[in-house]
């Protein structure tokens, strides 16, 4: 049964910080990776896809790495900004599977 | 073009009652999946449903229950409602055979 894990929970740091988030899997055998981030009481929006033969993905200050081997992916965001605060949420997909959560980092970016 | 939408926004139920939630996916999508997110952790898979049938399930008694329409409009459906159902509901929607869901907003379901 895939398993998964982010560290850490919460996290606040000041603006124009680089960041990194981190997300543990305990089935390594994954189709694909999804970054989501989560405003207070809100749905989920898509940042960053990574299919299992990719290393990474980029979008704007955003880069996301998967090593399936050691069952981990990052989220990388450079120049944080107090508009990145929000949950930002993993979820890992198995062959033939749904997408299963991680619990999430809640991100505070301070002015 | 319209996302993912989802109603009513809130609801209040009492134990034992009844309640329907309801999903319209995004334009051209035929896939719909339900997840249950609780209060600081991360949403939980439902089920899925495609061509008016439930595919997937996660690990979710029968008292939740769903359906498709023919234009992909989906509800969900949760029978003998328990406190412990209080919670985030999520509809999420796809076109078959991509890998990116779009998510609507959800609907706060509080139990009392």
């Known amino acids: 049964k895939q398993e998964v894990t982010q560290i850490p929970a919460a996290l606040s740091v000041p603006e124009g910080e680089n960041l990194v988030l981190n997300c543990s899997f305990t089935d390594s055998a994954i189709y694909n990776l999804q970054w989501f981030r989560q405003d207070p009481g809100k749905g989920l929006t898509s940042l960053l896809l990574i299919q299992s033969s990719q290393r990474e993905q980029t979008s704007g200050r955003l880069n996301a790495s998967l090593d399936k081997s050691s069952g981990r992916s990052t989220l990388y965001i450079a120049a944080s900004q107090p508009g990145d605060s929000a949950t930002y949420l993993c979820a890992v997909k198995n062959y033939g599977q749904n997408f299963v959560f991680g619990p999430g980092t809640r991100l505070s970016v301070l002015p | 073009d319209a996302g993912v939408t989802q109603s009513p926004t809130h609801l209040i139920k009492t134990r034992g009652q009844q309640v329907t939630l309801r999903c319209s996916p995004k334009?051209?999508?035929?896939?719909v999946s339900w997840y249950q997110q609780a209060l600081g952790q991360g949403p939980q898979f439902i089920f899925q449903y495609y061509e008016e049938e439930e595919r997937q399930r996660g690990n979710f008694p029968d008292r939740f229950s769903g359906h498709q329409y023919p234009n992909y409009s989906s509800e969900l459906n949760v029978n003998a409602l328990l406190l412990g159902d209080s919670a985030l509901y999520l509809c999420?929607?796809?076109?078959?055979?991509?890998?990116?869901?779009?998510f609507g907003p959800g609907t706060r379901l509080t139990v009392l």
């Open positions: 334009s051209g999508h035929d896939t």
């Open positions: 999420a929607s796809r076109i078959t055979g991509s890998d990116t869901q779009y």
